[in-house]
Structures are given as C-alpha cells and as structure tokens.
C-alpha cells in the first residue's frame, strides 16, 4: 500500500471505482503514512478521520482542509486558540466534500487568522516544507499545501485573498487554483476579508483540482455572495484534448524580473496551451503596485473589522504575529477603503 499514497487523486479514484484497492485499506495507509511522518511535518492541527461514503465523484478518497471550516460538530479554530471549540454550523463546501463521498483525515496548519504568508503559528507550531524542512511552506494555506507535499493528502481546500492559496502551492511544489470569487460558497468557513476571501483547492495536478473543484462549486443559497452557476465543470476541460479558450498574457510578464528558470517554465506551458488549441492575446493589468496597494488596504480595513472584538478584548491569546497584520487595518481611513472599493 505504500507506493498507493503516491498516486494522485484521479488514479486511486480510478482503482477505487475498478475495486482495486477498498476504501478502508487506503483511508489505513494513508493514516499509517501521516503517523510516520507527520511528527516532523507538522500540517495538522488535529487528525480527524471520518470514512468515505461509497458513491459519488470522490467516494473513498482521503481529503484534509484548511481549519476554518465549521463542520460535524467542531468549530474551525482558524489557526487561532481564541475561537470556540464546537459549532452548530456545517461549511457548505464540506459538506459538498462528504456527498461526494470523500473521507475527511482532519484539519490543516495555517496562519493565525490566515493573516500570514509563511505557515509559522504560534500556537501549533510552525508547518515544514517537505522538501526542506529548514524552508517555509508559504502561507497561509501552508498546512494544505505542505499535507499534499507530502502525500498525506490527495487534495484540500484552502482560502485567498492575495496569495494564500497560490504562495504555498508555489514554494510547497503542488498545484493551487485561487478560483472566480464566488464559485465556491464561504457558508461556514471564517472570514479574513468578506469581499475577497476564495475558497480553493489544492492538489498534486492540475487534473486533480479540477476534480475537486468541481465537488464544491455552485450556487448556495446560505451564501448571498456565491454565483448563480453550475460548477465550472473544470475536469472535463481538464480532460479535454483542444481547450476551446482565450488566455491574456500580460505585457507586464515581459518587463518583470524573473529568474531564468521561472520563465522558462511559463513559457514552456504557454507554448503547451498553445499546442492544445488556446488563443493567446496580449493584455495589460495596470499599474500593479497602486493595484496591490489598494488590495492591502480592503483586506486590512475587513480583517480588522471582522476580528476586532477579539483584538480587543483577547489581546493576550493573539500572536504578536497576527497582531502585527491585523491592527494595522484601524489604522486605514475611511476614504482610502473607499478609494480602494471604487478603483476595484
């Protein structure tokens, strides 16, 4: 069963389907693999596992999910010892999760709050990248992306705003997709910022989050700001041999400065969209820096807002880290969250 937890999503759903290989005997080497070596990685915050269902797209496959997602009963602590431990309340993109019949192994490492970029937490410890313990794993999904790194994991879910998603993806060498805001309801699942945040997932391909993005997409009525839409039915383009699609390229890419190594690899997949039927047309995005400048400022003013009664009145149990992010949103004038709202 060893070399089972190296497969990526869509192969052990394959074996799966075929019977060739059971859901218990998976969920088992899978537990066995995270107990070996979990104790040097540190990407959970609690082992929970909760066995597949045996229908639907993910019967039977392990999944693990950033903690800020409420459900059965247990309260997401958002990386944070300030939250309660229990919750009435079910996240819409679990319980999505679970009627597509994954197993659930528990809960994943992040930044206090999601206010990092690093995977250090002060109060469950800092989360190691698996190719190099002695390196970040990016944050502030890095307990999502360090899990899949790993093989622990064959997909997760995880939250953006301004990279969390997409920064440990990166620096942990797993595939992370920061999807359409509001494909993928946020019912139940803490906020940093409620006009930004994305739920996401992550996986070793990019076949296998299409997959799982799928599970978890669509409209929820519990969620005003979700899209009235059917899921993005990504895995069938995913599979798809011609991608009837158009892709920008920004001319700022041309004036960046990037490692040899880095656009290579981005001009390599370029030419390989190409090669499958992509239209590529030249766009511009702005003026960046002013662009992010003003991202900073939305996610500040929400972050402080949303979290400041317990800045307040629970001080003491925060990380300075945390800290450090989150007050400089009250900072933030009224008129520049304005700006910022009306330039986006």
């Known amino acids: 069963m060893t070399g089972l937890v190296q497969q990526t999503l869509a192969a052990v759903r394959r074996q799966l389907r075929n019977g060739e290989v059971q859901a218990e005997a998976l969920l088992s080497a899978q537990l066995a693999h995270i107990r070996k070596h979990e104790g040097v990685i540190n990407s959970f915050i609690e082992l929970d596992p909760r066995a597949g269902g045996a229908t639907g797209a993910l019967a039977g496959v392990p999944l693990a999910n950033k903690d800020i997602f409420h459900y059965g009963g247990r309260g997401a ?10 919750s009435n309340m079910e996240a819409t993109a679990i319980v999505r999760q679970r009627n597509a019949g994954a197993a659930l192994l528990g809960v994943l490492n992040l930044d206090e709050f999601a206010a990092g970029g690093t995977g250090e937490n002060a109060h469950y410890g800092r989360c190691k990248n698996p190719w190099d313990i002695r390196r970040i794993t990016g944050g502030s999904s890095g307990g999502s992306a360090a899990a899949i790194a790993a093989r622990f994991c064959f997909g997760a879910l995880g939250s953006d705003a301004g990279g969390s998603i997409r920064i440990p993806a990166a620096l942990c060498g797993v595939v992370g997709l920061k999807p359409t805001y509001g494909l993928v309801s946020r019912h139940g699942a803490m906020a940093r910022t409620w006009s930004m945040d ?27 700001s979700s899209l009235d839409a059917r899921p993005a039915q990504g895995y069938a383009l995913a599979k798809a041999e011609r991608l009837d699609v158009r892709i920008g390229l920004p001319v700022e890419f041309e004036q960046a400065e990037l490692a040899p190594a880095m656009r290579k690899a981005i001009d390599r997949a370029v030419a390989l969209l190409r090669d499958l039927g992509a239209r590529t047309v030249t766009t511009q995005l702005g003026d960046i820096d002013r662009l992010n400048a003003l991202q900073q400022v939305i996610v500040k003013s929400e972050g402080a807002s949303l979290l400041g009664p317990v800045l307040r009145n629970r001080s003491d149990d925060v990380s300075v880290e945390a800290k450090s992010v989150l007050e400089e949103g009250f900072l933030v004038p009224a008129t520049r969250y304005i700006e910022a709202l009306s330039v986006r």
Do not use: H, K, Y
């Open 198 to 224: 994305c739920i996401g997932p992550l996986a070793r391909t990019a076949e296998d989050c299409a997959m799982l993005l799928d599970a978890v997409a669509g409209l929820d009525p519990n969620d005003g």
């Open 77 to 86: 602590t958002a990386g944070s010892r300030t939250f309660p431990a229990q």
